[in-house]
Each structure stands twice: as structure tokens, then as C-alpha cells.
């Protein structure tokens, strides 16, 4: 097949959530010398795109984003050893939920829907104090710091956070979201960026990496 219709049937795999299906075809496309970087780019993100895209329309939902989600990472495991330095990752982000709060789900959700647009993401959990969030930061080289907040009174623990990440001298930028979290608190509190749900959150996160 021609470059175009292996990363269209990758893609198409990827959306059906199957697993065993993209992995297959993403083996014998590297077996047939196709560049890593355009299976990755025209097939596995090009698919998890158009389930981000339906995600949000309301189209899709959860179960449907997760398992598409592992058959996005079938085929990264197999393409991650050709991609060289980097994973031909567009970045790396740091995410988390803040000290105090044990919301998870919704910060997953991000994960996959960052890893979808082709960064690279350190998970670091729930209940992350900002002295952890420097630490890995700077350990990981983020790019990004995500910080989720689903309670309204661990939203003041974004601005330590973000207040923690600026006296250590880091360069990353900071991008913010949860239920409670506005705009306006991201603003009032010095993020670089707010998203109300995952797929906006992927797409701020590139914007501000310039991508």
C-alpha cells in the first residue's frame, strides 16, 4: 500500500479502538521502511484526533476515548525505538492535581488527550505538592506544567503552585483547568493558560508551545 493508505488505515484502527489491529499495521509498515515520524504524525495522531474532535461534539465518550487511547500506545511502543531522541514528542508536559485534592478521572482524560496531540506526559497523580511539581519540572525538562483542581478549595493551591514554579527559576508554562476553575482565576492567579475540558487542553497546551 501507498504511505497515504497505511496512515489511513492506522488512523481508521486507532478510531475503532483496535489494539491489536494498529499495532499490526504499524509493524509492517515500519517492515516496508515507511518514516516513523509520518506513521506517527499522519496515523496514530491524525486518528486520535478525529476521536478528541468527536469526543467533544459529544460523539464519542469515555470508554470509546480510553480504548482508542491504548491503541494509540500499540502502535507508539512500536514506533518509540525508531523516533530517536525525544520520541518525536512536540514537547513535554508535567501534569497533576494539587496538594489536597484526590480527583483523578478528569486529569487522566487530559493525559490521554495531550499524549493524543504528540507530547510527551509525566503523570504525577493526585495530591501534588508544588514542591514536587518543581522537582519534576526540572527533573523532565517540562515545557508544561497542567495543574487540575475539582474543588474549589484546593484552587488556591494553583497559585503556590505556579508561585513555587516562578521562584525556582523555571521556564515552563503553566496551563490550568477543573470544574471550578474560570478564565479569570487563571488569570488572577498568573497561568499561561486555561482549558475548560481535555480536548481544549490539548489544543492550548500547542498553542503554547507555538505548534
Do not use: C
Request: glycine share 12%; charged share 25%; aromatic share 2%.
Amino acid at each position: 500500500m501507498e504511505t497515504r493508505e497505511v496512515t489511513k488505515a492506522i488512523a481508521l484502527r486507532l478510531y475503532d479502538g483496535d489494539a491489536p489491529g494498529v499495532a499490526q499495521l504499524v509493524q509492517d509498515a515500519i517492515d516496508q521502511g515507511l518514516a516513523p515520524q509520518v506513521l506517527l504524525n499522519e496515523g496514530l495522531l491524525s486518528g486520535m484526533d478525529r476521536v478528541g474532535q468527536e469526543f467533544q461534539r459529544g460523539e464519542l465518550f469515555v470508554p470509546e476515548l480510553i480504548v482508542a487511547a491504548r491503541a494509540m500506545h500499540a502502535g507508539l511502543d512500536l514506533l518509540r525505538p525508531l523516533l530517536g531522541s525525544g520520541d518525536g514528542a512536540v514537547g513535554t508536559i508535567v501534569i497533576g492535581t494539587v496538594k489536597g485534592d484526590l480527583h483523578d478521572i478528569g486529569k487522566r482524560l487530559v493525559g490521554i488527550m495531550m499524549e493524543g496531540a504528540g507530547l510527551r506526559v509525566v503523570d504525577l497523580g493526585h495530591d501534588v505538592a508544588p514542591q514536587r511539581f518543581v522537582e519534576e519540572a526540572r527533573r523532565e525538562g517540562a515545557d508544561l506544567v497542567g495543574l487540575s483542581a475539582l474543588l474549589s478549595t484546593t484552587m488556591p493551591m494553583m497559585r503556590d503552585t505556579i508561585r513555587a514554579l516562578t521562584e525556582a527559576g523555571l521556564q515552563a508554562r503553566t496551563l490550568v483547568g477543573g470544574a471550578p476553575v474560570t478564565q479569570a482565576w487563571a488569570d488572577e492567579i498568573g497561568a499561561d493558560g486555561y482549558a475548560a475540558d481535555a480536548v481544549a487542553a490539548a489544543a492550548r497546551a500547542k498553542e503554547l508551545l507555538g505548534r
